[in-house]
């Protein structure tokens, strides 16, 4: 170990002992996973090394969360934008993020579910995911939430597709559904749906946007935006996020 790997641990646990857990800590926290590229650009690395480094960082994350009692973390893996990236880029990243999912299904602690549109991914992307989220069904630890194929417009077009699609079904007329519908009727067609909504949003390289992450969920969400590239997040950032949420006052708009 060297002085500063000496240093940043005394720091850490310094950060750690002055978080207060008697305080309300975040139950869902959504994770926007931003900066692979700039950080392996500025490492001298590929892109897809850079997204390699931000696939294992995943673990360390979801690790720091069972310390601190967490029990939904949503992570933003891929955009529907990032679709329209280059194949000699999207191909790659599709399938560090399939091994990414694979490795949470075989960890045995997490409950893997995927929050996105299936249709617009690979049918292969598609397996994994599905296969992923049936094998993890009766795990008890912290339910993941992996966004891949995800954008928030698009979640919400699909909840009222679904709303009326279901409706259809039921014979419900346009009359009859214009008057029960309301804001719980919709986010019972989310992705997300049966969930409570992220308490925290995190989003790392110093971006401070949502860029249409968890559009419906986060209406009353604290943020935290952290200047550090994603793979190079660590625990003393983490904890220093929930220190930030600890002190806040939340008042969901009141």
């Not at 079904?169 to 214009?178: N, R, V």
Request: a negative charge.
């Amino acid at each position: 170990m060297n002085l500063r790997d000496l240093v940043y641990g005394l720091y850490a646990r310094r950060v750690e002992r002055r978080l207060d857990h008697t305080q309300v800590l975040p139950k869902h926290i959504g994770v926007v996973l931003d900066g692979n590229r700039r950080w392996a650009k500025a490492s001298g690395g590929t892109t897809e090394q850079g997204h390699k480094a931000g696939a294992s960082k995943i673990q360390e994350l979801l690790g720091w969360c069972v310390e601190t009692d967490v029990e939904v973390v949503t992570l933003w893996l891929l955009s529907t934008d990032n679709l329209d990236r280059p194949d000699e880029e999207l191909i790659p990243l599709l399938g560090i993020i399939e091994n990414a999912v694979r490795d949470l299904a075989a960890d045995g602690r997490w409950r893997v579910h995927h929050v996105g549109t299936l249709d617009l991914l690979p049918s292969r992307t598609q397996t994994v995911l599905k296969e992923a989220e049936q094998a993890t069904d009766g795990n008890a630890g912290i339910l993941v939430n992996v966004a891949v194929g995800y954008g928030g417009r698009q979640e919400i077009a699909d909840a009222v597709r679904s709303l009326l699609l279901d409706h259809a079904h039921k014979g419900t007329s346009f009359e009859d559904l214009a008057e029960i519908v309301d804001t719980d009727l919709i986010a019972s067609h989310l992705y997300t749906r049966g969930q409570p909504d992220p308490d925290l949003v995190i989003r790392t390289s110093g971006e401070q946007r949502l860029s249409g992450f968890m559009l419906w969920q986060s209406a009353h969400s604290e943020y935290y935006f952290c200047e550090v590239f994603w793979p190079a997040f660590r625990k003393v950032d983490f904890l220093r996020a929930l220190r930030d949420y600890a002190a806040r006052h939340r008042r969901y708009g009141v």
